[in-house]
């Protein structure tokens, strides 16, 4: 296996407040591939749903590039962006500290945009904000088989890393940041 700085197209996927963007964020710093936020491509401001068919015109033209960082969810588009990744990275956060990473991320940046936010979407607290965190814990239930299928499928000729705690996403960071140095 190669180390991840030889990849060029990683994925970093999970459930909302899993951690993507800070890990999306952290290997962007130590690997200086472009960083791609898919937060920022989905939403119009004031939270917004875009136009499905544009969203996906933006999506796989990303993917398509030579060289990137995506994080984010949007599983309906995961098999075009999985087939371009080199490598992938996998978040299985504990829903409980997810539900907790969320109404910490929605005080601390309440009506303000988070650095991985869409221009315009300020965190709140609204009706939206408790669908959205009935999603989040419906999330492992409902696309773990997916998972578990990116794994099986691509598990022979990508970079798989599933990561389960935060422990093991800093042994993560911290063995790909020794590998640049080295």
């Known amino acids: 296996m190669h180390s991840l700085e ?7 996927v999970g459930n909302a407040g899993s951690g993507k963007s800070t890990v ?10 472009p960083l791609y936020h898919l937060e920022q ?8 749903h875009p136009d499905r068919d544009a969203y996906k015109i933006i999506h796989h033209e990303l993917c398509d590039r030579n060289e990137w960082m995506i994080e984010g969810i949007n599983v309906s588009l995961w098999d ?23 109404i910490k991320r929605t005080i601390l940046y309440y009506a303000a945009e988070t650095p991985a936010s869409p221009p315009g979407c300020h965190e709140r607290i609204s009706p939206e904000f408790f669908k959205f965190l009935k999603w989040m814990w419906d999330f492992e239930a ?14 022979a000729t990508k970079q798989i890393y599933v990561l389960h705690l ?5 042994a993560f960071i911290r063995n790909v940041s020794d590998e640049t140095v080295s």
Not at 43 to 48: D, L, Q, T
Request: charge should be positive.
């Open 80 to 102: 075009h962006r999985m087939s371009q990744a080199q490598a992938i990275v996998i978040l299985k956060i504990p829903c409980l500290l997810c539900m907790w990473r969320i």
């Open 6 to 12: 030889d990849i060029k197209r990683i994925a970093v």
């Open 166 to 170: 935060q422990k093991e996403i800093d």
């Open 142 to 155: 409902k696309y773990n088989a997916k998972g578990t299928e990116l794994i099986e499928q691509y598990g």
């Open 41 to 48: 491509y989905f939403w119009k401001a004031g939270w917004v």
């Open 24 to 33: 999306g964020r952290k290997l962007h710093q130590l690997l200086h591939l």
